[in-house]
Each structure stands twice: as structure tokens, then as C-alpha cells.
């Protein structure tokens, strides 16, 4: 499939990815989580925007919260209760927002923290967003833990898996 890029600022910050495209070499390939990488995927927001297949603008999806909205889902299919408020704000797309404005942070501070320090937390350091999640949301906490215990990207990389079987293989 050919790929093309209307008019673009090319002058500033351009990388591979994007020349790649504009040269149309195109490199897709997906790994053994399902992640699909490719220059489509690599490219700068500003270029994804100027992007163009046959002769139509492209789009893309955003699931919001779609990573913690999926945990909600492993947790049911894993019976654990308790969890119904993390669930309604993951679910509802809020779920960062709630957090940053708890720790007094924005919103892109507090999903990294997130994903950081709850979702693959690797030791015991000290770490307010950890404090935090845990008095708010302990069966998701304990859960996270728990599914953690031998290797603390595990969830991460399962979530990345159920994620990418939704996306690109369903």
C-alpha cells in the first residue's frame, strides 16, 4: 500500500521514520506481543497528520485510559472485586486525570508515574503515586502485585498483548 504526505513542514526535527515514508520504504513487522512497529508508527504527530493513503487523510484510534481500562477487564475475567470505582474511571477515560489531580501534577506527569511506579514497579522505593493508588484502590494494588510477583513488567507486557489481540488481530 502506498503511503503519501500532503504539504509538511520538513525543516525542523524530521526523523528516519518520516524520510522513509516520503521515500516510500516502508517497514511494518510485529513482534511476539502483538506490538506492531513500523515507520507508520514512528512518525512525528505533526507528520501521522500530513499522512495520506490513497489520496485520503488517515486516522487513527485513541483508546483513552486503554491500558488501565483493559486491567479492569483482566481483574474480572480473574474474579477479583472491589475494584468497581478504579474500574468506572478507567473506563470512562479518567482515570489519570483523577490521580494527577490528587498528586497536584498534570495529567502526562501522572500517567507516566503510573505506569512507572503501579503498573510495573521494580523494588520497593518510596513513591507517592504508589502511596496513593494503594489506599484508593487496594484489590486492584494487591492484584497488580500479585500478578507482578516473579517479574514486575508482567502485566505490562499482558496488557500489551490483550491491547494489540483488540487492535490488530481482531
Given at each position: 500500500?502506498?503511503?503519501?504526505?500532503?504539504?509538511?513542514?520538513?525543516?525542523?526535527?524530521?526523523?528516519?521514520?518520516?524520510?522513509?515514508?516520503?521515500?516510500?520504504?516502508?517497514?511494518?513487522?510485529?513482534?511476539?506481543?502483538?506490538r506492531l512497529y513500523g515507520n507508520p508508527t514512528n512518525?512525528?504527530?505533526?507528520?501521522?497528520?500530513?499522512?495520506?493513503?490513497?489520496?485520503?487523510?488517515?486516522?487513527?484510534?485513541?483508546?483513552?485510559?486503554?491500558?488501565?481500562?483493559l486491567l479492569g477487564l483482566l481483574m474480572k475475567q480473574?474474579?477479583v472485586r472491589g475494584a468497581g470505582d478504579y474500574v468506572?474511571?478507567?473506563?470512562?477515560?479518567?482515570?489519570?486525570?483523577?490521580?494527577?489531580?490528587?498528586?497536584?501534577?498534570?495529567?502526562?506527569?501522572?500517567?507516566?508515574?503510573?505506569?512507572?511506579?503501579?503498573?510495573?514497579?521494580?523494588?520497593?522505593?518510596?513513591?507517592?503515586?504508589?502511596?496513593?493508588?494503594?489506599?484508593?484502590?487496594?484489590?486492584?494494588?494487591?492484584?497488580?502485585?500479585?500478578?507482578?510477583?516473579?517479574?514486575?513488567?508482567?502485566?505490562?507486557?499482558?496488557?500489551?498483548?490483550?491491547?494489540?489481540?483488540?487492535?490488530?488481530?481482531?
Amino acid at each position: 500500500t502506498a503511503y503519501e504526505i500532503k504539504e509538511c513542514d520538513w525543516s525542523s526535527d524530521v526523523c528516519s521514520s518520516d524520510l522513509d515514508i516520503y521515500k516510500r520504504r516502508y517497514r511494518m513487522s510485529l513482534d511476539n506481543q502483538g506490538r506492531l512497529y513500523g515507520n507508520p508508527t514512528n512518525i512525528k504527530r505533526r507528520v501521522r497528520a500530513a499522512l495520506l493513503l490513497g489520496g485520503e487523510k488517515i486516522g487513527g484510534v485513541d483508546m483513552a485510559n486503554s491500558q488501565p481500562a483493559l486491567l479492569g477487564l483482566l481483574m474480572k475475567q480473574h474474579g477479583v472485586r472491589g475494584a468497581g470505582d478504579y474500574v468506572d474511571m478507567a473506563c470512562s477515560g479518567v482515570l489519570y486525570d483523577h490521580l494527577a489531580r490528587q498528586l497536584g501534577v498534570v495529567r502526562d506527569v501522572a500517567k507516566k508515574l503510573f505506569f512507572q511506579d503501579v503498573l510495573g514497579k521494580k523494588g520497593n522505593y518510596p513513591s507517592e503515586m504508589t502511596n496513593l493508588f494503594e489506599s484508593q484502590f487496594p484489590s486492584v494494588w494487591q492484584f497488580i502485585r500479585d500478578f507482578n510477583r516473579d517479574d514486575h513488567g508482567a502485566l505490562l507486557l499482558e496488557l500489551q498483548r490483550v491491547e494489540s489481540n483488540l487492535v490488530i488481530r481482531q
